[in-house]
């Protein structure tokens, strides 16, 4: 059987749970994700993850970050999600353990962010 996931959405001072098989940036309707911040620990660390790999096509890019690793140093996977408005941000923390995320853009339907 396999366990269930389950990530801690925070946004502001309140942090709400969200049950879910994978983790991903909220959609904001009329307001499209922009870019993440992928980090390894807190986000007072500052340390922000670069992609492992990148490919591009005249209308799509993906970048992905495995992330394991992190979990297996004993560490949480946290993600600061940014919209086309500036003033909206979203910040994540996993609270279970994850192997790989992706960012998928496409010129035709925006930007989406996923973890399983």
Known sequence: MRPKIFFALCVGLSCQ????????????????????????????DNAILAPDTFKETKTNSSSTWGVAYVYEAG?????????????KTEEIRSISKLMSCELKTSTKTGSSFACK
Do not use: T
């Not at 749970?17 to 620990?41: M, T, W």
């Not at 560490?75 to 003033?87: E, G, S, W």
């Open 17 to 44: 749970p969200a049950l879910a098989a994978d983790f991903s940036c909220p959609e904001i309707k009329g307001n499209l994700l922009a870019s993440v911040e992928v980090y390894d620990g807190p986000f007072s």
């Open 75 to 87: 560490r949480q996977l946290n993600v600061v999600c940014r919209y086309k408005d500036k003033k």
